[in-house]
Nanobody, 122 residues
Framework: VQLQACGGGLVQAGGSLRLSCAAS????????MGWFRQAPGKEREFVSFISASGGTTSYVDSVKGRFTISRDNAKNTVYLQMNSLKPEDTAEYYC????????????????WGQGTQVTVSS
């Protein structure tokens, strides 16, 4: 599985961005998809995941109520809608895929995309 993330950019605090992650292959619908982020000098942090069917989602507390993860299995794409952005959301955002099960642990994901930079100015 190859993953290609896009949609990052520079936005003012309070603004919105939508990240997309397109996956190759015909088995996208069998993967749990996750979003992680890493700010300079910090460890990679879980942001959200969505189950293969889309029926289960999870978020880190700091983004609950502001971010929404979704997926379109017909388009092999997972999205992260980010609203009410804060400067502390500034980071490189990565999408990841996990074949079996659901997890918030980065090293349990099987495939990773390149990052897309999100910068939120105050």
């Amino acid at each position: 599985v190859q993953l290609q993330a896009c949609g990052g950019g520079l936005v003012q605090a309070g603004g919105s961005l939508r990240l997309s992650c397109a996956a190759s292959g015909r088995t996208f619908s069998k993967y749990t998809m996750g979003w992680f982020r890493q700010a300079p000098g910090k460890e990679r942090e879980f942001v959200s995941f969505i189950s293969a069917s889309g029926g289960t989602t999870s978020y880190v507390d700091s983004v609950k109520g502001r971010f929404t993860i979704s997926r379109d299995n017909a388009k092999n794409t997972v999205y992260l809608q980010m609203n009410s952005l804060k400067p502390e959301d500034t980071a490189e955002y990565y999408c990841a895929a996990k074949r079996f099960g659901m997890t918030m642990t980065a090293n349990e994901f099987d495939y990773w995309g390149q990052g897309t930079q999100v910068t939120v100015s105050s």
